[in-house]
């Protein structure tokens, strides 16, 4: 069990390709329940929502920030470029929501900075 633990929580050490991808697709899957579950409580009410979100949604956001440092530390990359691929897309993004009230140069800023994010995203 600590093992277990220790693999999806633990941000030390490396972790390889195959055991990455699998976790990736692991986190994707559920993500997905995460979203329906998080969903069907704020359908209900706004407290369990908050008691899901505690429950359910920061678990799996750590598990995701702990096997992308990991492999980063593969790659020989500090964990601080989690900040390029988590922080700056939702920055650009909030960003370019607040300039796309500017007319139609706003508009193209807007696609310009949505993209830029979608890429860093990728």
């Known amino acids: 069990m600590e093992d277990l633990l220790e693999f999806l929580f633990g941000a030390s050490g490396r972790i390889s ?5 699998r976790s990736v697709l692991i986190s ?8 329906v ?3 069907t409580a704020a359908g209900i009410a706004a407290p369990l929502f908050i008691i899901a979100v505690v429950v359910v949604l920061f678990p799996w956001l750590l598990w ?11 790659r020989d990359k500090s964990a601080w470029w989690l900040v390029t691929f988590y922080v700056v897309p939702g920055a650009l993004g909030e960003f ?8 139609t140069v706003g508009t193209v ?3 310009i900075l949505a993209l830029a994010a979608f890429a860093l995203t990728i």
């Not at 390709?17 to 991808?21: G, M, Q």
């Not at 994707?28 to 995460?34: E, K, R, Y």
């Not at 995701?64 to 593969?74: K, W």
């Open 64 to 74: 995701n920030v702990s096997f992308t440092t990991e492999r980063l530390h593969d």
């Open 28 to 35: 994707v899957g559920t993500g997905l329940m995460a979203a």
């Open 37 to 39: 579950i998080l969903f």
């Open 109 to 111: 800023l807007y696609t």
């Open 17 to 21: 390709r195959a055991k990455y991808w």
């Open 96 to 103: 370019a929501k607040l300039i796309s009230f500017a007319g």
